[in-house]
């Protein structure tokens, strides 16, 4: 089996990149990363919390 080290392009009779090829590890972080910014870009009007704070709360429940 063969494994890109980076991606290959597909290019038209004059060159110019028309897709791209890559690794599906790579692919696959990619996907994992947006969805990351999905979610953050989602949550960024919510309310946030220090790290004292979540402490104490897992302290009372148990957590910590």
Do not use: N
Request: overall charge negative; aromatic content about 4%.
């Amino acid at each position: 089996m063969t494994t890109l080290k980076k991606e290959q392009f597909v290019t038209d009779e004059k060159g110019r990149k028309k897709a791209v090829i890559l690794d599906i590890k790579l692919y696959q972080e990619i996907l994992e990363d947006l969805e990351d910014l999905r979610l953050l870009a989602e949550r960024k009007d919510e309310a946030t919390s220090s790290l004292q704070e979540v402490e104490a709360r897992l302290k009372t429940h148990g957590l910590l």
